[in-house]
C-alpha cells in the first residue's frame, strides 16, 4: 500500500521569543547610544544649551582644538599615551615569558611557582604596604609606578599559559630536533602561533592602562604626572577648566574631553573583536 502523501503534518507553533529578543537588543542599544549620541552633539555644538538634541545648533571644532592644544589638557593626554603603549608592551612581554616558564614540564618547581601565582590572585598585600613597598624603591611620583605596577596582572598571565598549552607538543619536539634554543622556539613557534591571544590580552592591557585612575590617585601627586582620566574627572568636577582661545564653551570642551577619552578604543575594537574573541575563548576553555 502506498503511503498517504495528504496527510498534513502538524505545524510548528510560532514562537515569540526572536520578536522579543530583538525588541529588548533594539532597547539596550538606544539606552547605550543615546547618551554617547548626546555627548557627541554637545562636543561639537558651540552654543551654551543644555538637554537633548539630534544635531548641534551651532556647529564648531573648537572643543576638540582646545582638549588637543591646551597645555593643561595636551599634557595628561600625553602621558596616557605614553603610559598606555609602554604598559601594554610591558605587561605583554611579562605575560608572555611568565606563560612560556609555566608550560615547561620538566623545570623543577614548575607547580610551586604557578602556585604562588594563583595565591596572589586571591590574596594581596593590600594598599598601605603596596604604597610602602613603592615609596621605598622610589617609584612614587614617576611614570614607572603606573607603568610596571598594573603590568603584572596574574590573570592575563594565566590566560596566556592556557592558550600556550593548547600548541602541539609536536612543534615543540620538531624544533628541539632541529637544533632551536628555548627562546628562539618561543619567538619562532610560540608566538607567531598566539596572534589572537596577544591581541585580546594586549587589548585588555590598553583598555586598563588608558582607563587607570585609582594608581594615580594613590601613588602620584603631581599635576603634571596626571594621565588623562585624573583631568577629566577634574573637568567634570567643575574644577581647572581649560579657558578656550575660539568660541567653545565650558560644556563643549567637557564633552570634547569626553569623546577624545573613549575615541581611540572605539576605533580599535571593531578591527580587534575577532582576535579578541578567539583569544579568550581558545585561553580560558580547556579541551
Known amino acids: 500500500m502506498q503511503a498517504n502523501n495528504n496527510v498534513q503534518r502538524p505545524r510548528k507553533p510560532i514562537s515569540i521569543f526572536p520578536y522579543v529578543n530583538g525588541l529588548l537588543f533594539v532597547i539596550i542599544c538606544l539606552i547605550i547610544l543615546v547618551p554617547i549620541w548626546k555627548v557627541l552633539v554637545d562636543s561639537f555644538d558651540l552654543s551654551t544649551g543644555y538637554g537633548m538634541k539630534l544635531f548641534p545648533d551651532n556647529f564648531g571644532l573648537d572643543g576638540y582644538k582646545t582638549v588637543l592644544t591646551n597645555p593643561t589638557l595636551a599634557t595628561p593626554l600625553r602621558n596616557s599615551l605614553i603610559t598606555t603603549v609602554a604598559g601594554t608592551l610591558m605587561g605583554l612581554l611579562l605575560s608572555t615569558l611568565g606563560a612560556y616558564v609555566l608550560i615547561q614540564w620538566d623545570m623543577p618547581g614548575r607547580a610551586f611557582f604557578g602556585g604562588v601565582l594563583l595565591f596572589t590572585m586571591i590574596f594581596s598585600g593590600g594598599m598601605i604596604p603596596s604604597y610602602i613597598v613603592m615609596r621605598n624603591l622610589g617609584l612614587t611620583n614617576t611614570l614607572w609606578v603606573v607603568i610596571l605596577l598594573p603590568a603584572i596582572n596574574v590573570y592575563n598571565l594565566v590566560l596566556m599559559r592556557n592558550f600556550f598549552e593548547g600548541i602541539p607538543n609536536s612543534l615543540f619536539e620538531s624544533a ?41 590617585k594613590l601613588y602620584i601627586t603631581k599635576a603634571n604626572l596626571y594621565n588623562f582620566q585624573m583631568k577629566l574627572r577634574s573637568m567634570m568636577m567643575g574644577s581647572n577648566l581649560p579657558t578656550s582661545s575660539g568660541g567653545a564653551t565650558e560644556n563643549t570642551i567637557q564633552n570634547a574631553a569626553v569623546i577624545v577619552a573613549i575615541l581611540p578604543f572605539m576605533i580599535l575594537y571593531p578591527f580587534l573583536q575577532k582576535y579578541f574573541v578567539k583569544g579568550i575563548n581558545i585561553g580560558a576553555v580547556k579541551e
Open 176 to 216: 628541539t630536533l632541529d637544533g632551536c634554543t628555548p627562546m628562539q622556539i618561543f619567538y619562532k613557534i610560540v608566538l607567531p602561533l598566539s596572534k589572537a591571544a596577544l591581541a585580546s590580552i594586549g587589548l585588555m592591557f590598553a583598555v586598563s592602562y588608558w582607563n587607570d585612575y585609582t594608581n594615580y
